[in-house]
T-cell receptor, first 108, second 114 residues
Framework: GQSLEQPSEVTAVEGAIVQINCTYQ??????LSWYQQHDGGAPTFLSYNALDGLEETGRFSSFLSRSDSYGYLLLQELQMKDSASYFC?????????FGKGTRLHILP | ETGVTQSPTHLIKTRGQQVTLRCSSQSGHNTVSWYQQALGQGPQFIFQ???????GRGNFPPRFSGLQFPNYSSELNVNALELDDSALYLC?????????????FGNGTRLTVT
């Protein structure tokens, strides 16, 4: 089957750096995406990795290792507004699969 | 640029009834996909439409069906509603298929089945 595994919760301090990991098992894998969802809101696209390596977009970076079936989202200079759920997602075999999400708690 | 809009925002139905949810894609997007999201879970892929044809389907029974229209708007139909169908239903549009294009989500329809 196809699945993406990520931690259910992560807690970090405002101003710090946090990493959210995602391991995947997806046939016909194309790439790994990351989405942010605030409570009561819609998921919004953050980043996409098709190739191995690091992609940087402002305070957010995402990494992919195809050989390890692993990726992560790195959030720097954490702000209280970053408190949300974060989902990794992949496309494979004509299906789009999301992980169950990581709830990020930020302490002042 | 108009984003993805979904209607209605909330809906209450009775078990056994049928429901139709609607979605207008973001301008310039020809692909739409639908998701079911239970509380505290990730979105579950229902199906995807590209140029009015279904070109991908998740593990949902046939009573979940859809349509995409020439203007790329879309409908999700669910027949014989069950209590477990209560969830947030999200629509997303993307350009040229969802393989490597970001998904742009609507705010969803909250369906409650009693």
């Amino acid at each position: 089957g196809q699945s993406l595994e990520q931690p259910s919760e992560v807690t970090a301090v405002e101003g710090a750096i946090v990493q959210i990991n995602c391991t995947y098992q997806t046939s016909g894998f194309y790439g790994l995406s990351w989405y942010q969802q605030h409570d009561g809101g819609a998921p919004t696209f953050l980043s996409y990795n098709a190739l191995d390596g690091l992609e940087e977009t402002g305070r957010f970076s995402s990494f992919l290792s195809r050989s390890d079936s692993y990726g992560y989202l790195l959030l720097q200079e954490l702000q209280m507004k970053d408190s949300a759920s974060y989902f990794c997602a992949s496309y494979g075999d004509d299906k789009i699969i999301f992980g169950k999400g990581t709830r990020l708690h930020i302490l002042p | 640029e108009t984003g993805v809009t979904q209607s209605p925002t909330h809906l209450i139905k009775t078990r056994g009834q049928q429901v139709t949810l609607r979605c207008s894609s973001q301008s310039g997007h020809n692909t739409v996909s639908w998701y079911q999201q239970a509380l505290g879970q990730g979105p579950q892929f229902i199906f995807q439409y590209y140029r009015e044809e279904e070109n991908g389907r998740g593990n949902f029974p046939p009573r979940f069906s859809g349509l995409q229209f020439p203007n790329y708007s879309s409908e999700l139909n669910v027949n014989a509603l069950e209590l477990d169908d209560s969830a947030l239903y999200l629509c997303a549009s993307s350009a040229q298929g969802a393989r490597d294009s970001p998904l742009h989500f609507g705010n969803g329809t909250r369906l409650t089945v009693t």
